[in-house]
């Protein structure tokens, strides 16, 4: 691809255009490396062989139940897809590269609900009625952007993919520790995806920062000082999940192999996001006093 040089060009045209490169090589990586079916790549056959299906239509244990809560937690949050491309969408509309991102985002994360989806009915963990059930109690309600700005926006989308990937991680090789195949291939599969996501909001945060360094370091710090996952306000009983060990990851761990990469990626400190948070406090006292 020719480069294409914007000395003096106004800062929307950098950053469409910024945007349209970093689209076109997430397009590129994903149409060469990621690429992947739920019917034909993830091993279903082990599944059925596996001797899992008898035990669970015999008996079912805790260990069964957790990893039910688990998938339909994770299958909730996706259901919410129309809402997230759509307000995604609205945002940026004019900055060809974001707004087509997005609809790529929606297309990967509906393979992954239908994933969670496909599990756990193959497997027995829930009854087509009892998913069903499920699915109309998660949709009576509508995802409204936490923030209201592109930026922040940008900011979310960051921080939410690379705690999803690390959730997604854990199970990875919790299933793979325990021999389940077919769980394990699923959450590599999903969570390529999801490191892919970051990977791209965290370029878009990166050309802010470039461009704008308090005024993204505030909308960032405002961000991790407000954020929570979207089942949090989504999904039924979503607090009780939390108590199932894999639904979430540590706060430690959050900040850890999220929020610190994610500032360095940037070329942020930690510094310079405790100062953006003590600017942008500031200065929303002095507005209201």
């Known amino acids: 691809m020719s480069v294409i040089t914007l000395q003096g060009a106004s800062p929307s045209r950098r ?3 910024q945007m349209y490169r970093d689209y076109m090589e997430f397009f590129e990586h994903s149409d060469r490396h990621r690429r992947w079916s739920p019917m034909s790549d993830i ?10 299906l008898d035990r669970i239509a015999e008996r079912r244990d805790q260990a069964d139940e957790d990893l039910a809560v688990c998938l339909e937690t994770f299958c909730g949050v996706e259901l919410f897809i129309p809402d997230y491309t759509k307000n995604g969408l609205n945002i940026s509309r ?31 963990l829930r009854t087509l009625d009892q998913y069903l059930d ?7 309600t509508e995802w409204k952007m936490p923030f209201s700005t592109n930026r922040e926006m940008a ?11 690390l959730i997604y991680a854990g199970q990875r090789d919790h299933y793979r520790r325990k021999g389940n195949e077919t769980l394990a291939r699923l959450f590599e599969l999903v969570g390529r995806d999801e490191a892919a996501h970051a990977s791209f ?28 996952m979207p089942g949090a306000s989504l999904v039924p009983e979503f607090e009780q999940r939390l108590n199932v060990d894999g639904v979430a990851i ?28 003590r600017r942008r406090d500031a200065r929303l006292l002095a507005e209201v006093a």
């Open 94 to 124: 004019e900055i060809f590269g974001q707004a087509w991102f997005h609809l790529s985002w929606g297309y990967e994360e509906a393979k992954h609900a239908l994933s969670f989806r496909e599990y756990l009915l193959r497997s027995g």
């Open 155 to 165: 900011c979310y989308g960051a921080l939410q993919e690379i705690a999803t990937y």
């Open 15 to 17: 950053r469409r255009e």
């Open 201 to 228: 909001y965290r370029k878009f945060m990166r050309f802010e920062f470039q461009e704008d360094p308090e005024g993204t370091a505030e909308d960032l710090s405002h961000v991790i000082s407000h954020f929570e």
């Open 43 to 52: 091993p279903w056959d082990l599944l059925e062989r596996s001797g899992d």
């Open 134 to 140: 499920y699915e109309e109690k998660v949709l009576e």
């Open 250 to 277: 540590s706060k430690r761990l959050f900040m850890e192999r999220g929020i610190m990469p994610t500032l360095k990626f940037i070329g942020m400190t930690r510094r310079d996001m405790l100062n953006a948070k």
